[in-house]
């Protein structure tokens, strides 16, 4: 008698998917070059050894000056200046810019000792004295100071973010040369059936020979989707030798995909391996076209059986198989190359040529899809990470309203919003709570700048730190407490007590931002000082040398200490302690995760309060001087 399989109860599309769930075609993380990790997901956290720049340079052809020596300085009544030599991109300055001097400089080369500006080419003259400085800058002006692309400690990327281009970038300019990815399943495909040929066979036509065409469609689906396809040879309808294939393909693959041989005529037997060798989770689904579509389990590697008709299989394949592909590699669904989105600011534009402005998505609380602007300079390789695309603005646009409809060109198909859109204080507890939300981006701008943005409804949430001012309509999620104060080398060489020292002292001071939360703490501190003295705060900081010399990132002050660069920098009792510097503490401020009230709804959200209550007392226990 004729062994026939009869489709009676076909699964649901919905009761498809759920059993190729429950399959487990995970592989293992591995490490592999950079130059081969294009297109792969990084497995873990990736934070930054060192700045970028590691050292302060000038972003402009000029002349490098203390900037206190320019002071006002204009077109009417220039200031001349000793021209003592030059710095050249690439070089090691070999001079040193003392008071009423200065040093030509090209852009991207080293700041020379002594030196704390740039003045533009532009406004200087060359006279018989020296060079004439026809403006006054501030310290800081025309420089990129060591860590203001990226800060050493930072959270570069993490787990989950997909490796384009830009990330290649960014981790080339940290050094890393190894990266650890998650595994691409390895998928084995078979296609069965006497009468297929492999192309470039001979075909005969008159005994209904036709060419494989699954395998190469197939193969091509998997590595899209960011599997390993490996393809076995083709197999006729007899039982052994289908058997032996697919035991083999099973013992040495994550997955194993056959074509062909899944419906219920009496030769197509290959439910009859997987039942006899493996187990069949589902012989049929309820769709069109793909009716005798297999699920099942073959030895220790998952199974699916795919129709034998090409259109069917790739259809099958694509709508069944390949998110399961993509979601074991960690990749994201694709989407469309562009997409439509509101301006979620304003933005001003008037200089007269067509701009290609770099943005990035975030969805609002009612399912809206937002641009903003992202634009940290051209030097910043940061904003290619942030940045999902370009709004192409015509040459006589003005501006871009609030609200307004624009389409924004992706980077990459798949490109997709973050799940969640932070911004706000830098600060290791929050780069460690990151790794349990998935595909979060953080924008580490600082405090008032995080209320700020809050306000104006972009991110999602704003993580704030430091006394301010402004009242916000926002949902506070949770937080933290964390130490901070003065970061000295080891040892405490100067015997630094207190911010008394850096006033009354001559000790060299590396500063935060002003948009930094430790920077608000510090000057309200210096304001308690000023008012025990009786005198104004200005004229305690005019006494700090370094007040008004400020870098990016938690790290960075204490990387300058480090380097000899500064006697003391503002920092966190945990930086002190990971990088073995000695610490002179001044207080503890509070950390405080705040969510837009419109969107406290949506899943990413949601993932990071269910991080802040289940991880941050682990987190905070790890870190020293911190606490919940």
């Not at 402004?470 to 506070?476: H, Q, T």
């Not at 080398?489 to 001559?506: E, F, K, M, T």
């Not at 430790?518 to 501190?525: I, K, W």
């Amino acid at each position: 008698m004729t062994d026939r399989r009869e489709f009676r109860d076909l699964a649901s599309p919905a009761e498809a998917r759920d059993a190729i769930d429950s399959l487990d075609l995970s592989p293992a993380d591995e490490t592999v070059p950079l130059d081969e990790a294009r297109g792969r997901v990084l497995a873990e956290r990736i934070d930054a050894g060192l700045d970028v720049p590691g050292f302060d340079r000038a972003s402009m052809d000029g002349y490098a000056v203390r900037a206190r020596d320019t002071f006002g300085a204009d077109e009417a009544d220039p200031v001349v200046l000793d021209r003592i030599g030059a710095v050249h991109a690439g070089a090691e300055p070999d001079v040193r810019v003392t008071e009423g001097t200065c040093a030509e400089i090209s852009t991207g080369a080293v700041m020379p000792p002594g030196a704390d500006a740039v003045v533009k080419v532009e406004r200087t003259d060359e006279v018989e004295a020296g060079i004439a400085i026809r403006t006054s800058v501030a310290p800081g002006d025309a420089v990129m100071v060591a860590g203001a692309d990226v800060a050493a400690g930072s959270r570069a990327l993490g787990p989950g973010t997909l490796l384009t281009p830009r990330e290649i970038g960014l981790l080339s300019a940290l050094g890393v040369d190894e990266v650890p990815v998650r595994g691409r399943p390895t998928v084995g495909i078979v296609s069965t059936g006497d009468e297929l040929v492999r192309p470039g066979g001979d075909l005969n036509s008159d005994a209904g020979q036709i060419y494989d065409v699954n395998s190469y469609t197939i193969a091509a689906g998997v590595e899209e989707a960011g599997g390993e396809a490996r393809l076995y040879p083709h197999a006729g309808d007899d039982y052994d030798e289908m058997e032996r294939l697919l035991l083999e393909a099973a013992e040495e693959c994550d997955l194993v995909l056959s074509s062909g041989s899944t419906s219920a005529s009496a030769v197509d037997v290959i439910y009859r391996v997987i039942e006899s060798e493996g187990d069949l989770l589902l012989h049929g689904v309820s769709v069109k076209p793909g009716k005798p579509m297999l699920v099942g389990r073959l030895d220790d590697s998952a199974y699916v059986g795919l129709p034998g008709y090409p259109v069917s299989a790739l259809t099958i394949f694509q709508a069944f198989v390949a998110p399961a592909i993509r979601s074991a590699a960690a990749l994201p669904e694709p989407q469309t190359a562009s997409v439509a989105g509101e301006m979620a600011v304003q933005e001003r534009y008037g200089e007269g040529r067509t701009r290609l402005m770099p943005v990035g998505l975030v969805d609002d609380g009612d399912g809206t899809r937002l641009v903003y602007p992202v634009d940290k300079g051209s030097g910043a390789t940061t904003s290619l990470v942030e940045a999902d695309g370009v709004v192409e603005v015509d040459a006589d646009t003005a501006y871009l309203a609030a609200g307004e409809r624009v389409t924004v060109d992706l980077f990459s198909p798949d490109v997709r919003p973050p799940e969640l859109l932070g911004v706000g204080e830098d600060d290791p507890a929050l780069s460690r709570l990151l790794d349990y939300v998935p595909r979060p981006r953080y924008l580490d701008v600082g405090s008032r700048q995080g209320r700020r943005r809050l306000r104006d409804g972009v991110p999602d949430v704003a993580v704030v730190s430091g006394p301010s001012d402004r009242d916000l309509d926002a949902v506070d999620i949770g937080g933290w407490t964390r130490e901070w104060g003065l970061v000295v080398p080891a040892g405490n060489p100067d015997g630094v007590s207190g911010l008394a020292d850096l006033v009354d002292r001559d000790l060299r001071f590396v500063n935060r931002g002003t948009d930094a939360g430790l920077r608000a703490s510090l000057d309200a501190e210096l304001d308690d000082l000023a008012v025990d003295r009786g005198v104004d705060r200005r004229d305690l900081t005019d006494d700090i040398d370094g007040y008004s010399l400020t870098v990016k990132g938690f790290e960075s002050p204490a990387h300058k200490v480090l380097g000899g660069d500064a006697d003391v920098g503002l920092g966190l009792r945990a930086t002190a302690d990971t990088l073995d510097c000695g610490f002179v503490p001044l207080g503890t401020e509070s950390v405080r995760v705040l969510a837009d009230p419109e969107r406290t709804g949506k899943p990413g959200v949601d993932s990071l309060r269910d991080a802040l209550d289940a991880h941050l007392d682990d987190v905070v226990a790890s870190l020293s001087g911190y606490d919940a």
